[in-house]
């Protein structure tokens, strides 16, 4: 094979797009029943923080008002009709437990069941879904009430009358701590204030300003400088419902005694249930035979090509090259700067020189 793509997600088949129109022959493994990636897997209500004008992948609009705010099922069904429009062929059911050298400059990929692959590039396109990152906090072992990731959460009817903690300050933390409120009692816990931005601006989605303005593109090292913190995004909903107390913010809490949170003043509190929604970090557990990995688990690489292999790239991490790397606006832009020298590697440039 001349490429090997790891994950058929909104990532993953960006990259086989942009690899078919550098002329070379992607094959997509997918550990999952479908070629989706984690979408089917996010909590119920989940609506994309971008409207639909601005939250499809490259060559295929996202169908219905382009205003709307896609649903989680509606992103679903998109990625399902992007995967069946590219014609390339997808393994699903097929997870991939390590990837090695093969000896002659390209790999040899195993999956977990099945035979060894050998492909002259990959791919890593498997998102953070699978890599939930909770932090680690005094007394959470002993914690007696019930801890979970957002990426385990589903519905707020599961939490009715309870008293829940959301940790992060993000936008998933606060999308999710509002729809809880209405059937519990919710604060906020985060490091800094939350930082509420107005989601229309000049009668026009944000994310028409970041498009327009150029505000995606802008590299994350530039980024690091300028924003201190996330930005949320709000229609209003969200400070109307922490300045009438349905919910409130407080400063992250120091750790746990038993079934209470130590908050930072001091106090004590009972709680029910404690929700993370603290993020994720890259799945790439299967390059590390390969020794593309740094110490922490994370990829030793320049804006999604390795440097440590030829021939390996990522798409899809966080901050990749932009803002928007790892939206499905913006994964495009990423997935078409790591197919050229991957096409040219994978295509045989090299032998050319006699290298």
């Not at 069941?113 to 932090?135: E, I, K, Q, W």
């Not at 349905?246 to 029910?272: K, T």
Request: net charge negative; charged share 15%; glycine share 14%.
């Amino acid at each position: 094979m001349d490429t090997i793509v790891i994950g058929a997600g909104q990532s993953g088949l960006a990259a086989a797009r942009a690899l078919l129109q550098r002329g070379l022959t992607p094959v997509i493994l997918e550990a999952g029943d479908e070629p989706t990636g984690s979408w089917a897997s996010y909590y119920d209500s989940l609506t994309l923080f971008s409207p639909a004008a601005y939250s499809a992948l490259s060559g295929q609009a996202f169908p219905g008002d382009p205003g709307h705010y896609p649903t989680r099922d509606e992103v679903v069904a998109y990625l399902r009709r992007y995967a069946d429009s590219l014609g390339v062929e997808i393994r699903t059911g097929t997870r991939v437990s390590a990837v090695e050298p093969d000896g002659a400059g390209g790999f040899l990929v195993h999956p977990a069941s099945g035979d060894t692959l050998r492909t002259r590039g990959v791919v890593a396109a498997t998102g953070s879904f699978g890599n939930p990152y909770t932090p680690a906090l005094p007394g959470q072992d002993g914690f007696t009430g019930q801890a979970l990731h957002v990426a385990g959460y589903r519905d707020p009817k599961q939490h009715a009358g309870q008293r829940v903690v959301v940790v992060g300050g993000g936008n998933s933390a606060v999308q999710v701590a509002y729809e809880l409120a209405e059937v519990a009692t919710v604060t906020i816990a985060s490091r800094r204030p939350l930082q509420l931005f107005p989601q229309v601006i000049g009668g026009k989605d944000a994310h028409y300003w970041h498009t327009t303005t150029g505000f995606d593109a802008l590299p994350p090292h530039w980024l690091a400088r300028i924003a201190t913190g996330t930005l949320v995004l709000d229609t209003g909903d969200y400070a109307a419902s922490l300045s009438d107390g349905r919910m409130d913010r407080r400063p992250m809490f120091s750790g746990f005694e038993g079934h209470q949170v130590v908050w930072a003043d001091g106090s004590r509190e009972s709680v029910d249930v404690v929700i993370y929604a603290t993020g994720y970090l890259p799945c790439l557990g299967y390059l590390a035979p390969l020794g593309a990995l740094d110490a922490h688990g994370l990829p030793l690489h320049a804006g999604g090509i390795s440097i440590t292999h030829p021939g390996l790239a990522y798409v899809g991490l966080e901050f990749q090259r932009s803002f928007a790397s790892n939206t499905l606006r913006g994964v495009h832009r990423d997935a078409e700067h790591i197919a050229a020298p991957l096409a040219a590697y994978a295509g045989g440039a090299l032998a050319a020189y006699g290298l």
